[in-house]
């Protein structure tokens, strides 16, 4: 895996080259072109910070930066990162809470041709190392919050710059030396690594062209203001806040950034803050609508609301819209996709669903096949192949599951869709998370989403479980809203809409607190497989620190 993305620009269709002249050129000119073709993402905030160079940019606790002053401090951000060496290519790891200064050294990365390697402080030493080790970093830019443990971690010849507690202005004065060219769209940008609930995570490399289409899908499907503000509170470690802080200042809006979810702190944004895009996330759903209804004043201006609307439950998802007046997104995307392939659809504002058929994003390509890479015909399950100028470049330093997952010009996302007659796509699962039992191929989703529609059920987790006779049976953790739900109602309402093989063998009921999640808020069903398998089959409630 090369640093600019070379794997994904060799393996590109031939069919992006639509001009006779691009079509015809050398390996090396056609390179060339789509390297330059897609623009920079320091180019697109520079635009901004001469548009509008008065303008709020950035607001963090007590701190504000017009677009002019951000502009000077990523600049010096800049200077001090290239006074130590980096260059172009070279990776920046950042190791810190979410704070204007994290956002410096992305676009400071954009400007030198840098690569930012965003690290997931909540993983353990050993996790961590892992990450590091694959991009070897010339440089580790980490808080003062982060300093113990950027020690005790195998950085290499990597140098530690520390951000002070209470930084207010630049890390050094700006240099007035010429303009250097920035990097072309195929260039590295950041790395971002996956959520790793299958496995050690991998470090999945994002380009500013993928950048600069990521946001130009946003503005298609979500069209939110410009000016409007976005608040940057899930981890900037994480595509959910880094895309759309990066998307809203190459726009020309205001990114508020919040050192992680506070309830009341964000309820009291919204009374006060216009905002495009309101990140919810399963798991905080609850606590964010107690805090909005305490304070008893409306939204200033929500233009939609949430994200991953199959993990939160239908009446909170029509409590919110009601309240903030905003629909809510009902998004399928990834790490490596972006908002693709299926983000576009939008829940209406009090409506609480009971089917959620996602709607395919613009600009991408999709196919549906099967083992063999066959297309499978409407109705029928298939693994979801894409193509859209949103995918990133690779996998750094993993070129086996670049090449696995990047075959005969399609990415093969791993999920399984089915499509409707009105070419809506329904999720039925993950491709390689399947419980075999007696011969049948049950895929969990499918069970979660029978169990979900039962009254008085909040959430439904399937995992498989051994079994002698059928190899695996299905097993239940469920998030009850009604005490009075029996086991024997809750089957007998399964039976109504799923095959009698599907039915959970065991139920097992816990509350949502206690459930293992990720930071995007999926619950991490390999770590609750273990847990069950090594715990007693008598076992019929999850203990609240069972995951602590």
């Not at 079509?23 to 073709?37: D, E, I, K």
């Not at 002019?68 to 990523?74: D, H, K, L, Q, Y």
Request: glycine share 8%.
């Amino acid at each position: 895996m090369t640093p600019d993305g070379v794997f994904l620009r060799q393996n590109l269709p031939n069919e992006a080259m639509t001009q006779d002249s691009a079509a015809s050129a050398s390996p090396t000119a056609r390179n060339a072109l789509l390297a330059g073709s897609a623009g920079n993402v320091w180019d697109a905030l520079e635009l901004q910070i001469m548009r509008q160079p008065e303008s709020s940019a950035i607001q963090s606790g007590g701190r504000s930066f017009s677009y002019a002053e951000f502009g000077s401090r990523v600049r010096a951000m800049a200077e001090t990162l290239k006074a130590q060496g980096v260059a172009a290519g070279d990776r920046v790891a950042v190791l810190s809470e979410n704070r204007p200064e994290y956002l410096e050294v992305l676009f400071a990365c954009a400007k030198l041709g840098a690569i930012a390697a965003c690290q997931n402080w909540r993983l353990s030493a050993a996790e961590l190392n892992h990450c590091l080790q694959l991009v070897s970093p010339k440089v580790l830019c980490c808080s003062a919050r982060f300093e113990l443990m950027a020690s005790t971690l195998c950085t290499g010849d990597a140098v530690h710059l520390r951000w002070p507690g209470d930084a207010k202005g630049p890390l050094m004065p700006v240099s007035t030396s010429s303009h250097a060219e920035t990097p072309g769209g195929e260039a590295g940008l950041y790395i971002l690594y996956t959520s790793g609930t299958t496995g050690l995570p991998k470090a999945a490399l994002i380009s500013h062209r993928a950048i600069l289409a990521r946001m130009a899908s946003h503005i298609i499907d979500r069209p939110t203001s410009p000016q409007a503000a976005f608040v940057a509170w899930s981890p900037l470690f994480h595509m959910g806040a880094t895309d759309f802080s990066l998307a809203t200042l190459m726009r020309g809006g205001k990114v508020i950034v919040m050192d992680g979810f506070d309830a009341d702190a964000l309820a009291q944004l919204v009374v006060r803050e216009e905002i495009g895009h309101l990140t919810i996330v399963p798991g905080v759903v609850e606590r964010f609508l107690s805090a909005f209804k305490r304070l008893s004043q409306p939204a200033r201006k929500v233009q939609v609301v949430g994200v991953m609307a199959d993990l939160v439950p239908a009446a909170q998802i029509a409590e919110l819209t009601g309240l903030l007046g905003a629909p809510y997104c009902n998004t399928f995307g990834a790490t490596e996709t972006g908002a693709p392939p299926a983000s576009r659809g939008l829940i209406p504002v009090g409506v609480a669903p009971t089917h959620l058929p996602k709607v395919q994003s613009s600009g991408c390509v999709i196919r549906l096949v099967d083992d063999n890479d066959n297309d499978v015909p409407a109705g029928e399950p298939g693994e979801l192949l894409l193509r859209s100028a949103t995918l990133f470049s690779g996998y750094w330093g993993d070129q086996a599951a670049t090449e696995e997952v990047f075959r005969d010009g399609w990415y093969h996302m791993g999920d399984v869709f089915r499509r409707n007659a009105d070419g809506t796509l329904d999720f039925v699962d993950r491709k390689k998370y399947l419980i075999k039992s007696g011969g049948e191929n049950i895929y969990p989703a499918e069970v979660e989403q029978a169990l979900k529609r039962i009254r008085g059920i909040e959430e439904a987790v399937v995992v498989r479980q051994s079994d002698a006779r059928w190899g695996e049976v299905p097993v239940a953790v469920l998030v009850l809203s009604d005490a009075s739900l029996s086991p024997a109602d809750i089957l007998q309402s399964c039976r109504e809409s799923i095959a009698s093989y599907k039915l959970p063998r065991r139920l097992v009921f816990a509350s949502g607190a206690a459930l293992p999640r990720n930071v995007s808020g999926k619950v991490e069903r390999l770590r609750l497989e273990r847990f069950l398998s090594e715990s007693s089959s008598e076992l019929s409630h999850l203990p609240e620190n069972a995951f602590k």
